[in-house]
């Protein structure tokens, strides 16, 4: 986010859809700057807090894929060194057209392993206002 810039936060837990490897959300935040220079290039920041099933729990997210109206935007991932549990803090940092962020339902893809070639969650029906 650029510093002094204005921006919307929506905590949209109760919302998502997960498939049957995200055994718990405990938190999905997204943040986007509501006055972009560029609609299209709105910078999106997604805080999200999950437990995995455990074949899945152990490993690192590596790739997250946002899907919006048909079109696929790669996020930057950031999460801590891995603590007890199987518990997943991520942070994921992209930029988004801000037009169809707010008026279609998108998915998040997350997935590990070399490149994100083992697909790990996907949570749906994401709505960021």
Same mark, same amino acid.
């Given at each position: 986010?650029?510093?002094?810039?204005?921006?919307?936060?929506?905590h949209?837990?109760?919302?998502?859809?997960?498939?049957? /490897?995200?055994?718990?959300?405990r938190?999905?935040?997204?943040?986007?700057?509501?006055?972009?220079?560029?609609?299209?290039?709105?910078?999106?920041?997604?805080?999200?807090?999950?437990?995995?099933?455990a074949?899945?729990?152990s490993?690192?997210?590596?790739?997250?894929?946002?899907?919006?109206?048909?079109?696929?935007?790669?996020?930057?991932?950031?999460?801590?060194?891995?603590?007890?549990? /199987?518990?997943?803090?991520?942070?994921? /940092?992209?930029?988004?057209?801000?037009?169809?962020?707010?008026?279609?339902?998108?998915?998040?893809?997350?997935?590990?392993?070399?490149?994100?070639?083992?697909?790990?969650?996907?949570? /749906?029906?994401?709505?960021?206002r």
């Amino acid at each position: 986010m650029a510093i002094g810039g204005v921006f919307s936060v929506w905590h949209i837990t109760g919302s998502v859809t997960k498939s049957p /490897e995200v055994q718990a959300l405990r938190s999905f935040i997204g943040y986007h700057s509501t006055r972009p220079s560029d609609s299209s290039q709105t910078h999106v920041l997604l805080q999200v807090e999950l437990t995995l099933s455990a074949a899945n729990g152990s490993q690192r997210v590596t790739m997250a894929k946002l899907v919006v109206h048909r079109k696929t935007y790669t996020l930057q991932v950031w999460q801590p060194p891995a603590s007890e549990g /199987e518990e997943h803090r991520l942070l994921l /940092e992209g930029f988004v057209d801000i037009h169809n962020l707010q008026s279609t339902p998108h998915k998040l893809t997350l997935s590990g392993g070399e490149q994100g070639s083992v697909k790990m969650a996907i949570l /749906e029906n994401i709505m960021i206002r």
